[in-house]
């Protein structure tokens, strides 16, 4: 009796003769009959089909090893879910398959992974008939084969075009998605898409206020090209508060921004005939150009160039911001201070360290010959009246004291108080309240975040009277408690925090340094 080894054998397998008449019949009958629900004709083609297809691929490859047929259910694993996450990687395949006489219509969605264990249960049960001896049929085999190519080729098919009748009831391409834009001119737009980095966080009451304002185009990531034909539409999905910028030839730069809780992400059509009016952003002629429909969602873009920031506005120091590095010891003996231009001081020691401190040059106590006891400072949770609602306060800093003066530098988003560190203070704490400076308008600095600059009132039994501070200034504290230095007071609610060398997830920036003389023993 003659054996044939190859993985041909599984395509007379029960299992996959059961898979495959479930297939045809789901796809032909039950599909848009009303029999049984959308998503559950759905699923049915998807459990079938990781059943059906992987060995009808290693029956025209002619597997004849378990190698061979775990990497033909590798490979259709791979692709299917390819398709059911990543819109591009659909639209490629219905792309290819539009070469073909009959193609394709893919519905990417995420849920349909649910039935990717059948790919375990097809390489198990099925790749186990590989090691069975069995007769060879090639005859069956040829017509299994053929049944199982055609029923993977036509399971997702392009529906045909509706006429109108009331028979006529083929699902629509649906991807999840927040809004669409939805091509209603006769010709194929090629259009350019960018999305907010990755690394740039927002304050979505504050984006959503003034769209155009508060975003640069700095911001934005490098754009993906997008071909969306005649009828159909591009899904736009959205993680929470988001922003677009949207071009094409003929089309000018656009921006779309637009909140979660506006527009929630769902399964939409992604043909124009179809979307809800709301979830659909018309891109339309005007004439010889070309323009996206009014909508809730669509905004003109920022301006290419920016204004400059007032004088007042600017850095408070000559390097501008707050920093340190640490010292690999607790206790160290000043060698020498070398200042920089930046407003940063290399501190050396005896035992043949350094480390650095920016701060300005008021705020510089240390000098050759000091004795010194350095200690990192952080700060998570707690109250104080300078914090915004629902924040928790977040800060870090460094502790320096020697026998004439005693130094905490902080940034997050509190002022520096010496209990902090640790350190008693001879005066009740101060009190503080922050609040936009006046006579600074909201700007965007190099990295394209928004800036708009604070003063702070400092009030309470730990000041004279009330105090108001901008950055680049400084006060003193009652009963000899030391000077406060504010180096920076912003609120930031669009940052990009791939630009600071510093944590910044606080939409609040704030950084202070705080110098007295060593308390009393």
Not at 11 to 38: C, I, M, S, Y
Not at 305 to 331: H, K, Y
Not at 383 to 408: D, H, K, M, N, V
Not at 425 to 454: K, N, Q, R
Request: charged share 15%; hydrophobic share 45%.
């Amino acid at each position: 009796m003659s054996r044939d080894p190859r993985a041909a054998r599984s395509l007379v397998h029960p299992l996959w003769l059961g898979a495959l008449a479930l297939l045809v019949l789901n796809d032909h009958a039950f599909k848009g009959a009303g029999l049984l629900p959308g998503w559950l004709t759905g699923k049915l083609s998807d459990f079938a089909g990781l059943l059906v297809a992987p060995v009808v691929l290693a029956s025209l490859l002619g597997v004849s090893s378990r190698r061979g047929f775990l990497g033909a259910h590798v490979a259709t694993g791979a692709v299917f879910s390819a398709i059911k996450l990543a819109p591009a990687a659909a639209r490629a395949v219905e792309a290819l398959m539009a070469l073909t006489p009959v193609p394709w219509r893919i519905t990417v969605d995420p849920t349909d992974l649910i039935a990717l264990p059948m790919l375990l249960v097809s390489y198990r049960v099925l790749g186990e008939v590989m090691r069975r001896p069995e007769p060879a049929r090639p005859v069956a085999h040829r017509l299994a084969l053929m049944a199982g190519s055609l029923a993977c080729v036509a399971t997702s098919r392009e529906t045909p075009p509706c006429d109108g009748g009331a028979s006529c009831v083929g699902p629509l391409p649906a991807e999840p998605a927040s809004l669409v834009i939805g091509n209603t001119t006769e010709e194929e737009q090629l259009i350019r898409v960018r999305r907010l980095r990755e690394s740039v966080q927002v304050d979505c009451g504050a984006l959503l206020a003034d769209p155009t304002g508060a975003l640069s185009r700095d911001l934005f990531a490098n754009a993906e090209t997008w071909l969306i034909a005649p009828g159909r539409a591009l899904p736009l999905q959205n993680a929470g508060c988001d922003a677009f910028l949207i071009d094409a030839a003929g089309l000018p730069l656009t921006l779309l921004a637009w909140s979660e809780a506006d527009f929630p992400t769902q399964l939409l059509t992604t043909v124009t005939q179809s979307p809800p009016p709301d979830v659909m952003i018309v891109l339309q002629r005007a004439g010889a150009r070309l323009e996206l429909a009014e909508h809730p969602a669509v905004f003109p873009a920022p301006p290419a160039e920016l204004p400059t920031p007032a004088g007042a506005c600017g850095a408070s120091f000559e390097g501008g911001r707050l920093d340190w590095t640490t010292s690999t010891s607790e206790t160290a003996v000043v060698a020498g201070v070398t200042s920089s231009p930046d407003g940063c001081h290399a501190i050396a020691t005896e035992g043949g360290d350094s480390f650095y401190l920016c701060v300005p040059a008021e705020a510089m106590p240390i000098q050759a010959g000091d004795t010194l006891r350095i200690a990192d400072v952080g700060v998570s949770g707690g109250r104080y009246p300078e914090l915004l609602p629902g924040q928790q306060a977040s800060a870090t800093g460094i502790y320096i004291e020697s026998e004439a003066y005693a130094l905490l530098a902080l940034r997050g988003n509190v002022l520096a108080r010496w209990a902090m560190a640790g350190r008693s203070s001879p005066a009740a704490e101060f009190s503080a309240a922050l609040t936009p400076f006046a006579e600074c308008e909201a700007f965007h600095d190099a990295c394209g975040s928004l800036v708009a600059p604070l003063e702070a009132s400092l009030l309470g039994e730990g000041v004279s009277g009330i105090v108001t501070l901008r950055a680049g200034e400084s006060a003193p504290l009652a009963d000899g408690a030391g000077t406060l230095h504010l180096v920076r007071a912003d609120d930031m609610p669009v940052r990009d925090a791939a630009c600071f060398t510093a944590p910044l997830d606080q939409p609040r920036q704030l950084e202070s340094v705080l110098v007295a003389a060593p308390a009393a023993p």
